[in-house]
């Protein structure tokens, strides 16, 4: 099990999707959900700070409307930034090999494709997560 995920996503309709899916798949004891990537970078500059606090996993949206920088931008920042001791990948509806790959470079460790079925995808992220959190499993596209 995941002890906390966070997942940054300007959809709030989709922050429903995914905690029904999360709690259905028995996936994480504790979820927040955050609609703005500057609010992400804000909590995890804090936590790099102060210690403790940050999640053990985060979802990003690739395109965070409303957001100074996009969801590769916000990986890169907790990854290079705010040290990467946390398992983070692309949650979005695009599958462009290009975002993937810029993706990748940034230090996301999955690429999840969003779609109204994302239970299925949770799911076998569920069983890769061992991988991820061992930083043992190579970058993963879930379709």
């Known amino acids: 099990m995941i ?5 940054v996503d300007d959809e709030s309709l989709f922050h429903l ?6 709690s259905l798949l028995d996936i994480s ?9 500057d609010e992400a970078a804000r909590l995890f500059e804090k936590w790099h700070k102060e210690g403790g606090g940050k999640p053990e996993c985060v979802f990003v949206d690739l395109n965070i409307i409303g957001s100074s920088f996009d969801g590769i931008e916000l990986i ?3 990854n290079f930034e705010f040290g ?11 599958n462009e090999p ?3 790959a810029k993706a990748l470079n940034a230090g996301a460790q ?4 969003k779609s ?3 239970e299925p995808r949770l799911e076998q992220f569920k069983i890769d997560y061992d991988g991820f959190k061992n930083r043992t499993n190579s970058f993963k596209i879930y379709k």
């Open 3 to 7: 002890e906390s995920i966070m997942l």
């Open 29 to 37: 004891l504790t979820l927040k959900c955050l609609s703005s990537s």
């Open 76 to 78: 890169r920042k907790i």
């Open 84 to 94: 990467n001791h946390v398992v983070i990948g692309i949650i979005s509806s695009s």
């Open 116 to 118: 109204d079925e994302i």
């Open 110 to 113: 999955f690429w999840i494709i």
């Open 98 to 100: 290009e975002e993937q």
């Open 17 to 22: 999707v995914f905690e029904d899916a999360c």
